[in-house]
C-alpha cells in the first residue's frame, strides 16, 4: 500500500515552514517587524540554519536599524550557505541597498562563476568595484561590457567616469558626448558630466546646442533632466565671464531640483537641538571604556566642497596613513542609537557592550578598504560633524579635522553643483543659509566639549600658505612630516569626487573670492554669508 504523501510528516512539516516563511515575509513587507521576527524564530528554533529564514532575519535587523547584526548574519550567508541563484540575487539587492560592497562583490563573484558570458553581472560587478575603489578592474570590466555590445546607457556614462577618476579628461569627455549622442532624450546627464570635469571648456556649438534643446523641450521634445542643461549652460557661461546669464540658469536648475528634492529642514535643526545640549558625564575622554584600538581614525568633516578631499590627499599621501572613502557607517551608528531613547540619551546611556559593537562594527568596515595594516586611516565623510560626540565615545583617540571655507564661497560652490545624491539643502539659498548655520552651532558646540580633539582647518590659510599649514596638520595628527605630503598632486590614486581635477594640480588659490562675481545678483544673501563669516571667525577661529 502507497503511502500518502499529503500525510508525510517531512512533506507537511515543509508546508508549514513554507507557510511561515511567506508569512513573515508578508509582515516584514507591512512594517511590522516584531510580528515578522516571531514568525521567523519559529522556523529557526526548528531549523537554525534554514536559509531563507536567516534571509528574512537579516532584513528584520536591518530594518529595526541593527546594521551591525544584519552585517554579521549577512556574512555568515555568503560565506557559509550554499545559496542558490536566487537567493544570491536577492541577498545581492539587499547588500546594494545597504551599501555593503565588498560584500556584495563576492556574491556578484558567485553569480558571475554561474553565468560567465552575463554582461549584466558583469556591469553591475563594475559599479560594485568602482564603489571600493578598485577603479582599474572596474574601468577593464566596463570596456569588456561595451565590447560585448551591452546595452545601458548608464555604461557610457560610467565609463566616462572612470576617466575622470583617473584625470583623463579627453577620454572622459569622449565617453560623455557618445552618451549625449545615443541617448538624446536624458542628454541633461551627459551635459553635466562634461561640466563637472571642471577643467573642460565647451565649444560655441555645444552651447548653442544645449540652448536649443532647453528651447525646444517647451515644443515638446523629450528631456528627463533638464535643469541639468541648466546646470551645465551656467558652468559654460561662467567660463565665458557672462556670470549674469550663469546665475539665471543655476537658479532654474535649482528651482527645478529643490522641488522634488526638498531640505528636510526641520528634522535637520531638531537633530542640531537635540545635540547641542550633549553633555558628557567628563569631557576627560580616558572613558570607562576598555578599549584595544590598533588604529587611529582621521575623520576629514565640514561643509561640501570646503576642501576636504584637497586635506584627505595630503594625508593619503603619508607612509602612514590610508584613505578608506566617505563612509556611511557612523551615521548608521548614529541611527541605531537614535531609534532606542534619542540619540543624545543613547549616547550618554551606551555600555561597554554596545562599545564593543559599534566600534568593531566601524572598525571592520573601514578596514576591508586596506590592502595593509596602517596605523591612521581617513573618513571624509563631511556630514560626520555630526556625530563628533560619538566618535569621541568609540575612539578617544581619533583626529577630527574640520575644513573651514568662507561662507560664500563656499555656499556658491554647493549652490552651482549638482549632487546626484544627498546634501537637497544645496538647491536653496535659504537653504544652504539655514544648514551652515546649524553646521556652525554643532562645531561650535563640538569645540567647547572637545577642544584639544578637533583642528579647525582653514581652506584660505591651506591655499595661502601650504608649507606652513600642512606641517601644523600633520603635526595635529602626531604624523612626521614627509615630502610627498606636499607632492600630493604626483599621486595616481583615482578620485571619485567633484574635486577630481583640482586635486591633480599643485595648491593655488583660484577658489578664494570665487563668489565675488555673484554678489551683484544677491545682496541680502552675501551679507547673510558675512555674518556667518564673523561668527566662525569670532567662535571658531579665534585662536588660530
Known amino acids: 500500500m502507497k ?10 512539516l515543509s508546508q508549514i515552514t513554507q507557510q511561515r516563511l511567506q508569512d513573515a515575509q508578508q509582515l516584514l513587507a507591512n512594517g511590522k517587524l516584531t510580528s515578522s521576527r516571531l514568525a521567523i524564530n519559529k522556523v529557526l528554533r526548528k531549523e537554525p540554519q534554514q536559509t531563507d529564514a536567516l534571509i528574512i532575519k537579516y532584513q528584520i535587523e536591518a530594518a529595526e536599524g541593527q546594521f551591525d547584526l544584519a552585517l554579521d548574519q549577512l556574512i555568515k550567508l555568503v560565506d557559509d550557505h550554499d545559496l542558490t541563484e536566487a537567493q544570491l540575487f536577492t541577498v545581492a539587492g539587499h547588500l546594494n541597498k545597504l551599501e555593503l560592497y565588498f560584500l556584495l562583490n563576492k556574491v556578484l563573484d558567485k553569480l558571475i562563476a554561474l553565468h560567465p558570458q552575463d554582461m549584466k553581472i558583469k556591469f553591475n560587478q563594475s559599479l560594485c568595484l568602482s564603489k571600493i575603489g578598485r577603479i582599474q578592474e572596474s574601468l577593464e570590466l566596463a570596456l569588456v561590457c561595451e565590447q560585448n555590445n551591452f546595452d545601458n546607457p548608464l555604461l557610457l556614462l560610467n565609463i566616462g567616469h572612470h576617466y575622470k577618476a583617473f584625470s583623463n579628461t579627453q577620454k572622459a569627455a569622449e565617453y560623455y558626448k557618445k552618451y549625449i549622442i545615443q541617448q538624446p ?8 558630466s562634461l561640466a563637472d570635469l571642471k577643467n573642460y571648456t565647451f565649444t560655441l556649438q555645444e552651447i548653442e546646442g544645449m540652448q536649443t534643446k532647453l528651447a525646444n523641450i517647451s515644443k515638446g521634445e523629450s528631456e528627463t533632466k533638464p535643469e541639468l542643461i541648466e546646470f551645465a549652460l551656467s558652468h559654460a557661461k561662467a567660463q565665458q565671464k557672462q556670470y549674469s546669464q550663469a546665475f539665471e540658469y543655476m537658479q532654474a536648475a535649482n528651482a527645478k531640483v529643490s522641488k522634488i528634492r526638498p531640505f528636510r529642514q526641520q528634522g535637520y535643526l531638531q537633530l542640531i537641538n537635540e545635540l547641542s545640549h550633549y553633555q558628557p558625564k567628563t569631557n576627560n575622554l580616558e ?6 584600538d590598533k588604529v587611529t581614525p582621521i575623520f ?11 586635506t584627505e590627499q595630503i594625508l593619503a599621501s603619508h607612509s602612514q596613513v590610508a584613505a578608506t572613502d ?14 532606542k531613547q ?34 591612521f586611516i581617513i573618513d571624509k565623510n563631511p556630514t560626520n560633524y555630526l556625530h563628533i560626540g560619538l566618535i569621541l565615545k568609540l575612539f578617544p583617540n581619533a583626529k577630527i579635522i574640520n575644513l573651514v571655507r568662507d561662507p560664500f564661497d563656499n555656499a556658491m560652490s554647493v549652490y552651482k553643483q549638482h ?32 577642544p584639544h580633539n578637533i583642528y579647525h582647518l582653514q581652506y584660505p590659510k591651506l591655499v595661502s600658505e601650504p608649507q606652513k599649514t600642512i606641517t601644523q596638520l600633520l603635526e595635529f595628527c602626531g604624523l612626521p612630516v614627509e615630502q610627498q605630503c606636499f607632492e600630493f598632486f604626483k599621486s595616481d590614486k583615482p578620485v571619485l569626487t567633484p574635486s577630481a581635477s583640482q586635486v591633480r594640480q599643485p595648491i593655488h588659490n583660484n577658489a578664494i573670492g570665487s563668489a565675488d562675481v555673484y554678489a551683484a545678483y544677491l545682496p541680502q544673501f552675501k551679507q547673510q554669508m558675512e555674518q556667518l563669516k564673523s561668527r566662525i571667525q569670532s567662535s571658531l577661529l579665534q585662536n588660530r
Request: aromatic residues 16%; charged residues 15%.
Open 3 to 12: 503511502s500518502n504523501p499529503r500525510l508525510n510528516p517531512e512533506s507537511i
Open 185 to 192: 532624450a536624458n542628454s541633461g546627464y551627459g551635459y553635466w
Open 287 to 292: 572613558t570607562k571604556f576598555k578599549s584595544a
Open 300 to 310: 576629514i568633516v565640514g561643509m561640501p566642497r570646503s576642501g576636504t578631499t584637497l
Open 326 to 339: 566617505e563612509l556611511p557607517f557612523m551615521e548608521r551608528v548614529a541611527m541605531q542609537l537614535a531609534r
Open 342 to 375: 534619542g540619540y543624545s540619551q543613547s549616547l550618554l546611556a551606551m555600555t561597554q557592550e554596545q562599545h564593543t559593537r559599534y566600534s568593531s562594527f566601524y572598525l571592520k568596515q573601514a578596514a576591508a578598504y586596506l590592502t595593509a595594516e596602517y596605523p
Open 419 to 450: 549632487f546626484s545624491q544627498g546634501n537637497d539643502f544645496s538647491f536653496n539659498l535659504a537653504a544652504i543659509e539655514s544648514y551652515l548655520g546649524g553646521y556652525i552651532k554643532i562645531m561650535e558646540h563640538w569645540s567647547k566639549l572637545f
